[in-house]
């Protein structure tokens, strides 16, 4: 989920101050928004609740397992493997089986495992290993949240194609992360346990982040000759794991695809503790933009869009303080042992920088605002629905009325107006051009550089 950058592509200093409370951290505002546009229209874990225990995870397999008959004693069997999944049960398709009981020690497995080139001391240390400041259950979160990204993008690459619309496949995405977690999200408290880390984002054409389908919109079926951005999260007691990729039909666009999956590995392979900002960048600019792709007869440069960025992730707020850019920049910032980063890259056909779209994508809490002086009753009710059921969690318009809540769009505004909640609008390229994105999530740990999100296919 990419982060906006400012103007000249420098770091943004003023991101929001921690408080006490919480959950109380909030993803920074990603844009400008329309004061009279809402998307449509409506008549009507801080960082410290690590030890905070992961909900939903059922031990049914394991009791079942303890009680098989036992005719005659037996010789104990040596136990499988903590990661292995059981034998006699499989995912479903769609994806609707608890992942839980496919992991009955509910040890999930790690992601890909990279070794730091440019210090190799750090694989050698038992002691260095040994004190990973990513404890075991910090690490379980993220691997299952990450296990449950990748079965139900699995299950989007094997069967959305054109004549689907985004509402339908939207839903799938979003009904298999919270089947997978066991966490529907239908009383508070519930969706801040586990379940989507922000609003599935399908983008098409140029493009190139945040848009979701939302009521009051007419629905968009995928034709051939789209191509589609796939970006979507899942968090696991505040721990989010955000990835995203491209689908396209015609095969004209594989340059394009190919071009941005080299350029964001080429950024996961960079990235690492005291790795700079402004080399990441310079190496990720010169990968993608060595690409270049021909449509009906004409070449396009393919170039790298120099206005978003990828992004740390912090507990239940999907954009930290600090920015990956994906252009050559003059950061002095550097990644530092123990943060997370969303390892993004997006390329285009067309002028390499994103405006604002009309619409509305989702909504965002500013927790370090004083909301003591809201005096609009129904305000101060939508603000405390969205507390109990989303936190500093990004949420959209589809999630309040999947809840029931109708007749909010004047509390809505009141709440934009006074500053307690943000908008973040469709970012897009210029017509007739196109754009794609791939993304992985990767933790610096001391002793390995783990890329928490990679799976099979990308």
């Known amino acids: 989920m990419g982060s906006r950058t400012p103007e000249e592509h420098q770091q943004m200093r003023d991101g929001p ?13 990603r844009g400008a928004f329309p004061e009279d546009d809402l998307g449509g229209s409506n008549e009507d874990d801080a960082d410290g609740d690590e030890n905070a225990e992961s909900a939903g995870l059922s031990a049914a397999v394991v009791e079942a397992n303890k009680k098989k008959k036992r005719k005659k004693p037996r010789k104990k069997k040596p136990m499988k493997e903590c990661n292995t999944v059981v034998e006699d049960l499989k995912q479903s398709s769609p994806p609707r089986v608890l992942l839980s009981s496919l992991f009955p020690s509910e040890i999930y497995p790690p992601g890909q495992l990279l070794n730091y080139d440019e210090n190799l001391v750090r694989v050698a240390g038992e002691e260095l290993r040994s004190n990973d ?3 075991t259950a910090f690490l379980n979160n993220y691997r299952q949240a990450a296990e449950v990204h990748r079965k139900v993008r699995q299950h989007v690459q094997a069967t ?9 496949i939207a839903q799938e995405i979003e009904n298999g992360v919270r089947a997978l977690t066991g966490h529907q999200g239908l009383v508070p408290g519930d969706s801040l346990l586990a379940g989507m880390g922000f609003p599935t984002g399908l983008c098409l054409n140029n ?16 034709k051939r000759d789209d191509v589609l951005k796939v970006d979507f999260g899942v968090h696991v007691n505040g721990r989010i794991v955000d990835s995203a990729f491209t689908m396209a039909w015609d095969p004209t666009f594989d340059n394009l695809l190919a071009s941005v999956k080299d350029a964001t590995n080429t950024g996961v392979m960079a990235a690492g503790i005291d790795a700079r900002m ?8 010169e990968v993608m933009e060595s690409y270049e792709l021909e449509i009906k007869g004409k070449t396009y440069p393919i170039k790298a869009i120099r206005n978003i960025a990828g992004h740390d992730i912090k507990p239940y707020r999907i954009h930290g303080d600090k920015q990956v850019p994906f252009v050559k920049n003059s950061s002095l910032e550097r990644m530092e042992e123990g943060e997370i980063f969303a390892i993004e890259t997006f390329g285009t056909t067309g002028r390499g920088y994103l405006k604002d779209d009309v619409g509305i994508y989702g909504y965002g809490r500013n927790s370090d605002i004083n909301f003591s002086q809201l005096h609009h009753p129904a305000a101060k009710s939508l603000l405390k629905i969205i507390d109990e059921n989303f936190g500093t969690i990004v949420f959209c318009r589809r999630y309040l009325e999947r809840l029931g809540i109708k007749n909010y769009l004047p509390a809505m505004k009141t709440l934009l107006s006074s500053g307690i ?7 897009s390229d210029i017509q007739g051009s196109y754009t794609a994105q791939f993304e992985h999530t990767i933790l610096l740990r001391s002793s390995v550089k ?8 990308y």
């Open 278 to 285: 402004s080399e990441i960048g310079a190496a990720i600019q």
């Open 133 to 135: 400041r990513m404890d």
């Open 207 to 222: 493009i190139a982040a945040h848009y979701t389908p939302n009521s009051g919109q007419k629905d968009i079926i995928l």
């Open 160 to 168: 959305v194609k054109p004549g689907k619309s985004l509402s339908a």
């Open 17 to 29: 101050k921690p408080i006490s409370q919480a959950l109380a951290n909030v993803a920074k505002p």
């Open 450 to 457: 783990e890329v928490i999100s990679r799976g099979d296919d």
């Open 421 to 427: 909640l943000h908008s973040y609008c469709p970012l």
